[in-house]
C-alpha cells in the first residue's frame, strides 16, 4: 500500500527493482501504473535467474510450483508486456548498468524514477548495489531497501539493514558521491513495514 501511494504521489516514469523472482512485484507495480493511466511508465525488473526458471522452484517449505499460472504466462499478459522489461544478469553487474544507464536517457528533466532493492540480502551485495543505483535517484524521489528487518531477525547477522546505516551516516565526501538520504518514516502510515523507505534530500 505503500508502494501504492509513493506511486500516485510521484507519478514517476521509471521503477527500477531488482531482484524479479517469479515477477510478482514487478506484474504489481505495473497493474498501479496501468490503472493511474500511465501508459509509458516501465518497469526495469532485474534477477538472475529468468522467471520460468524461478516458477520451476519451490516456494518454501512443502510448498509446490504454482498451479494456477503456466510457467512463462505471464509473459503474454498485456500489463506485462505494455510495462515491463525484465533483465536477467545481477543487479551489480557491468549488463545491468549498462541497461539501466539506457533506461534513463528516456526520461524526461521533468519524470522521476524510483529505485527498490529486493535481491542478494547480504549486508555487503546490498551495499554494492547503493553504490551504483543510490547516485540515479533524482532529489525528492525514494531508494526503497526491501528486508531491513532481516537484521532484527538474524542478528547479529548484517544484512540490507548494515547498508542502509553505512550510508545514512555516510560522511560528507561520500554523501557527494552517492546523494543525502534519510529514513522518510512519514509514509509508514501503517507502522514499520520491514523494509526502509529512503527518500534522497541532496
Same mark, same amino acid.
Given at each position: 500500500?505503500?508502494?501504492?501511494?509513493?506511486?500516485?504521489?510521484?507519478?514517476?516514469?521509471?521503477?527500477?527493482?531488482?531482484?524479479?523472482?517469479?515477477?510478482?512485484?514487478?506484474?504489481?507495480?505495473? @497493474?498501479?501504473?496501468?490503472?493511474?493511466?500511465?501508459? %509509458?511508465?516501465?518497469?526495469?525488473?532485474?534477477?538472475?535467474?529468468?522467471?520460468?526458471?524461478?516458477?520451476?522452484?519451490?516456494?518454501?517449505?512443502?510448498?509446490?510450483?504454482?498451479?494456477?499460472?503456466?510457467?512463462?504466462?505471464?509473459?503474454? %499478459?498485456?500489463?506485462?508486456?505494455?510495462?515491463?522489461?525484465?533483465?536477467?544478469?545481477?543487479?551489480?553487474?557491468?549488463?545491468?548498468?549498462?541497461?539501466?544507464?539506457?533506461?534513463?536517457?528516456?526520461?524526461?528533466?521533468?519524470? @522521476?524514477?524510483?529505485?527498490?532493492?529486493?535481491? %542478494?540480502?547480504?549486508?555487503?551485495?546490498?551495499?554494492?548495489?547503493?553504490?551504483?543505483?543510490?547516485?540515479?535517484?533524482?532529489?525528492?524521489?525514494?531508494?526503497?531497501?526491501?528486508?531491513?528487518?532481516?537484521?532484527?531477525?538474524?542478528?547479529?547477522?548484517?544484512?540490507?539493514?548494515?547498508?542502509? %546505516?553505512?550510508?545514512?551516516?555516510?560522511?560528507?565526501?561520500?554523501?557527494?558521491?552517492?546523494? @543525502?538520504?534519510?529514513?522518510?518514516?512519514?509514509?509508514?502510515?501503517?507502522?514499520?513495514?520491514?523494509?526502509?523507505?529512503?527518500?534522497?534530500?541532496?
Amino acid at each position: 500500500m505503500i508502494f501504492q501511494q509513493l506511486l500516485y504521489m510521484l507519478r514517476p516514469q521509471l521503477f527500477i527493482e531488482t531482484g524479479t523472482f517469479r515477477g510478482g512485484f514487478a506484474y504489481f507495480i505495473a @497493474t498501479i501504473f496501468h490503472l493511474m493511466g500511465e501508459k %509509458d511508465a516501465r518497469v526495469l525488473t532485474i534477477g538472475e535467474n529468468t522467471i520460468e526458471q524461478e516458477e520451476m522452484s519451490r516456494c518454501g517449505p512443502g510448498r509446490t510450483p504454482s498451479k494456477t499460472r503456466p510457467r512463462g504466462a505471464l509473459f503474454h %499478459d498485456s500489463i506485462w508486456k505494455q510495462h515491463v522489461r525484465p533483465i536477467v544478469a545481477s543487479s551489480i553487474s557491468a549488463l545491468a548498468m549498462q541497461v539501466v544507464k539506457k533506461e534513463l536517457l528516456w526520461l524526461r528533466p521533468d519524470e @522521476t524514477m524510483i529505485v527498490s532493492l529486493d535481491s %542478494d540480502h547480504q549486508g555487503g551485495h546490498v551495499w554494492a548495489e547503493i553504490e551504483l543505483y543510490a547516485p540515479l535517484v533524482p532529489v525528492g524521489s525514494y531508494l526503497v531497501v526491501q528486508d531491513v528487518i532481516l537484521d532484527y531477525v538474524k542478528a547479529p547477522w548484517a544484512g540490507p539493514k548494515s547498508a542502509v %546505516d553505512k550510508l545514512l551516516n555516510a560522511p560528507e565526501a561520500l554523501r557527494k558521491a552517492l546523494g @543525502t538520504f534519510v529514513w522518510d518514516k512519514s509514509v509508514e502510515i501503517f507502522g514499520f513495514t520491514g523494509h526502509m523507505y529512503l527518500r534522497r534530500i541532496a
